[in-house]
């Protein structure tokens, strides 16, 4: 059995998407999710589907905290779905090329410090791309600069707003997100 913690900062659709894919896999277990953002729409899903469900703060996830509860945990994976904090260099060693992110555009296009949510889609959109999509990568220090593992593309046409665009993405995110863990992790 495989435990994974899920970490998310906000609506958390992913994070219910990943559940649903796993319900019933024997070899795979969503053991907790993890938020620091109390207003997170995330913790209705977490009760709602009796995920065991750890608030945290900024003091914690530096201090090593975090990952002695991922540690006491029997974690084995690390999902950021919608976690917007820099992972700490000390979370990053005790799992190493074991923490996965998602990112909604195409990286190294449209990444970085500041570039999450609407600021991605309205970058894409004012930049006149034509093209944008989804990365999932390992995680290291740095913001979206780890190792990619997947990624895929739909068209951005010269009428979208930026919200069309990041409709296109979540479906994106949803087909692809729970298959691409399921790849890595068995
Ligand atoms: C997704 O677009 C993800 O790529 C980004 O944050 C969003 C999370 O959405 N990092 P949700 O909370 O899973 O609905």
């Given at each position: 059995m495989k435990n994974i913690a899920i970490f998310a900062s906000g609506s958390g659709s992913n994070a219910e998407r990943i559940y649903d894919y796993f319900?019933?896999?024997?070899?795979?277990?969503?053991?907790m999710i993890l938020c620091?953002?109390?207003?997170?729409g995330v913790i209705a899903r977490a009760e709602r589907l009796n995920i065991p469900l750890v608030m945290f703060d900024r003091a914690a996830l530096k201090s090593g905290e975090v990952v002695r509860i991922l540690q006491e945990n029997d974690t084995d994976w690390v999902i950021l779905a919608g976690f917007l904090w820099l992972i700490p260099k000390n979370m990053v060693e005790a799992f190493p090329n074991k923490i996965v992110n998602i990112h909604?555009?195409?990286?190294?296009?449209?990444?970085?410090?500041?570039?999450y949510g609407h600021f991605v889609h309205e970058a894409v959109v004012a930049n006149k791309e034509t093209e944008s999509g989804i990365t999932i990568h390992f995680v290291n220090?740095?913001?979206?600069?780890?190792?990619?593992?997947f990624q895929a593309s739909y068209p951005v046409l010269p009428t979208d707003s930026p919200e069309d665009v990041a409709k296109k993405g979540q479906v994106l995110e949803h087909e692809y997100f729970p298959k691409v863990i399921e790849e890595l992790i068995k």
């Amino acid at each position: 059995m495989k435990n994974i913690a899920i970490f998310a900062s906000g609506s958390g659709s992913n994070a219910e998407r990943i559940y649903d894919y796993f319900q019933g896999d024997s070899e795979v277990n969503i053991s907790m999710i993890l938020c620091n953002n109390p207003e997170a729409g995330v913790i209705a899903r977490a009760e709602r589907l009796n995920i065991p469900l750890v608030m945290f703060d900024r003091a914690a996830l530096k201090s090593g905290e975090v990952v002695r509860i991922l540690q006491e945990n029997d974690t084995d994976w690390v999902i950021l779905a919608g976690f917007l904090w820099l992972i700490p260099k000390n979370m990053v060693e005790a799992f190493p090329n074991k923490i996965v992110n998602i990112h909604p555009a195409l990286l190294p296009k449209f990444g970085g410090k500041g570039m999450y949510g609407h600021f991605v889609h309205e970058a894409v959109v004012a930049n006149k791309e034509t093209e944008s999509g989804i990365t999932i990568h390992f995680v290291n220090e740095h913001y979206d600069e780890g190792n990619i593992i997947f990624q895929a593309s739909y068209p951005v046409l010269p009428t979208d707003s930026p919200e069309d665009v990041a409709k296109k993405g979540q479906v994106l995110e949803h087909e692809y997100f729970p298959k691409v863990i399921e790849e890595l992790i068995k």
